[in-house]
């Protein structure tokens, strides 16, 4: 792995399966509201579409299954649903190796960022609990500030503008295919964690620069890769 013309500035972070181990609980809960809705979205799938906002998650479903799109009314009712069922389960925990490798970001001078497709407020609301002092809220795109989720390039762009940095100033730390294919697009060079059950492949194919079978083994080999960059 070669890293070229970087001038790395910013570290750009999904959150869900690279800084909460959240993503079994968003897959259950899709999972289950939307079987209750009569629609049919896998667990597994879950994860293959993770990085969508929620109104596209549900959208997609429709248009597969109904061959239209959600209306607004069904897109509020099964996202608050999926939120309910999602804070019924017990407070997910940070990624191991994420609090580790979020102190090394900040000793190297680099700025964490969090770019995530969730509107999931109970873990935003979590950020500065668990990793204090990392983030600047005005800072974070989340699924309230796009108009278009991941695999589109808008997330990470938007980051981009809102710290005023060039694509070749930041990396981007994703678990998600459409999250790796949202900042490819958007020209960053990207990171893959495999964090689910997802073949290491797929992660690759959707343009990943580099792969780590965890968030721990990432920061392990942190400056090696930062070494990389010199």
């Known amino acids: 792995m070669i890293l070229k013309n970087i001038n790395l500035k910013a570290v750009l972070f999904d959150m869900d399966g690279v800084l909460f181990d959240s993503m079994p609980y968003h897959a259950n809960a899709w999972h289950k509201v939307m079987k209750a809705h009569g629609l049919n979205l896998s667990r597994e799938e879950v994860y293959l579409h993770e990085g969508r906002t929620g109104a596209g998650t549900i959208n997609m479903v429709c248009q597969r299954q109904l061959g239209r799109e959600a209306t607004p009314e069904e897109v509020k009712n099964i996202y608050k649903e999926k939120s309910k069922e999602f804070n019924t389960y017990p407070q997910a925990d940070r990624m191991p190796g994420a609090w580790e490798l979020l102190q090394k970001v900040k000793a190297a001078g680099l700025l964490p960022m969090v770019v995530t497709g969730s509107g999931q407020t109970s873990l935003l609301n979590r950020l500065e609990e668990n990793f204090p002092g990392m983030f600047r809220r005005e ?92």
């Not at 710290?163 to 990207?190: R, Y």
């Not at 073949?199 to 080999?221: I, K, T, W, Y």
């Open 139 to 230: 800072l974070m795109v989340t699924a309230f500030d796009v108009k278009h989720g991941k695999p589109h390039p808008e997330p990470y762009l938007m980051a981009l503008q809102k710290a005023g940095l060039k694509p070749e100033e930041a990396i981007v730390i994703e678990n998600a295919p459409l999250g790796v294919e949202s900042a490819v697009a958007a020209g960053i060079f990207t990171i893959a964690v495999n964090t689910g059950p997802l073949d290491c492949q797929v992660l690759l194919d959707a343009g990943a620069s580099a792969l780590f079978p965890s968030v721990q083994a990432l920061c392990d080999g942190w400056e090696e890769l930062i070494n990389k960059l010199a």
